[in-house]
Every structure is written in structure tokens, then in C-alpha cells.
């Protein structure tokens, strides 16, 4: 006669097994909503108080998202905000969208996209409805005026710091292209878009021909 013995393992190793795993996907899901919580926030936030153009909103997501928090290195904060320029669209929106992306993936892009533009929309939308009103106040002409001023040192600021950057890939040719690219949009009147193909394809250019001369070298 065959005996088969069923030899049943204790569950209770099993059991907290399930419930740690149940535990950590619980952390991880409140882990993301509070981080879409806050991006929702910051762009909000970001997006009704920045007054004065696309650029000025730069040094802001810089300061918050490098500078504070430390969710994104240098390098990849000034490549995203190239490609912001560089795609078409406010940038303004496009950085917002991109850094969203690249914090909360897929869900960041509409966070992002939500979020930058809801405060224009209805800032805009109560503006147009009282424009003589605005129009015609000299405070607000005032306060507009020392706006464009401020814009302007932050974009200074802005420009210094990304040139700072770039005097750190000791490249001759990276140090004279945002001295030439300013003074052919200065003196030139030429299209941005075309200065920054220019400029990508330039150094492209010269590290492809550097990696050449190595290779032969080796």
C-alpha cells in the first residue's frame, strides 16, 4: 500500500509575507499621490505668480526644483529647459510639462499641462473683461513697467548662472557661442530656432570630430 503524506507548510510566513508586500504598495501609492499633489501645487503656484514673459519662469523652477529640493541636477535642469525652448509652444508651459514628466512620468505631463495653464486662463479671462478699466490706470501701467524691469535682471541672472555652467565643460567653442549667438541675435534680427539648430549642430560637429581625432590617436 503507497502512503502519501501531505506535508502542508505553516502559513503564517505567507501570510506576513502578503501583508508586507500589501504595506509597501500602499506606501509607494500615497508616496505618489503626494508627489502629484505637490507638482499639481507647485505649478499652480508657479504659473499665477510669475508675471513677465516665459523666460522669467527659469530661474523660479531652477530655484524650486534644484536649488530647494534637489529632484533635479544642474545638467539635466538646462538641457530640459533647451528642449523647452527649442520645442514650439510657450515655454513656459513646455518646462513645466517636461520637469513634471520627469518626476511623475506619464500623470506629470497632464499635472503639468493642467496646472500651467489654469491661472493664465482665468487671470486672462478676468483681465479681458475689465480692460478699459486696467488699461487706463496709471498704477497698473507703473506696476507693469517696474515688472519688465525686474524681468529683466532675473533673465540677466538666469544667463549668468546657465553661462557659469557652460565655462565648465572647458570648451573653447562652447565659451564663444553664447558671445556669437547674442550678437547675431542683437545685430541680426535672426530667428532663435535657427540659432539653437546652429549651435546644436556646431558642437555636435566638433565632438564628433574630436572623438575622430582620438580614435586615430589610439
Not at 86 to 105: D, F
Request: proline share 4%; charged share 15%; glycine share 6%.
Amino acid at each position: 500500500m503507497l502512503y502519501i503524506i501531505i506535508l502542508q507548510m505553516p502559513a503564517q510566513p505567507l501570510y506576513w509575507a502578503q501583508i508586507q508586500k500589501a504595506n509597501w504598495r500602499i506606501h509607494n501609492m500615497k508616496k505618489k499621490w503626494k508627489l502629484y499633489v505637490w507638482i499639481s501645487y507647485i505649478n499652480l503656484f508657479i504659473s499665477a505668480f510669475t508675471f513677465g514673459g516665459g523666460y522669467v519662469i527659469i530661474p523660479m523652477v531652477k530655484k524650486i526644483f534644484v536649488t530647494q529640493k534637489k529632484l533635479l541636477q544642474e545638467s539635466e535642469f538646462l538641457d530640459l529647459a533647451a528642449i523647452a525652448q527649442s520645442s514650439p509652444g510657450a515655454i513656459a508651459v513646455n518646462l513645466n510639462v517636461l520637469v513634471a514628466k520627469k518626476l511623475a512620468g506619464i500623470p506629470g505631463i497632464a499635472l503639468g499641462l493642467i496646472f500651467s495653464i489654469l491661472p493664465p486662463l482665468v487671470i486672462l479671462g478676468i483681465i479681458s473683461t475689465c480692460y478699459n478699466a486696467f488699461a487706463a490706470n496709471p498704477y497698473v501701467s507703473a506696476a507693469l513697467t517696474g515688472m519688465q524691469a525686474c524681468v529683466a535682471a532675473l533673465i540677466v541672472d538666469l544667463a549668468v548662472d546657465m553661462y557659469r555652467t557652460i565655462l565648465k565643460e572647458k570648451s573653447r567653442l562652447l565659451d564663444a557661442l553664447p558671445v556669437l549667438s547674442f550678437l547675431a541675435c542683437a545685430f541680426t534680427g535672426i530667428n532663435a530656432a535657427i540659432l539653437l539648430v546652429s549651435g546644436s549642430l556646431l558642437y555636435c560637429l566638433a565632438l564628433y570630430m574630436t572623438r575622430r581625432r582620438e580614435r586615430k590617436v589610439s
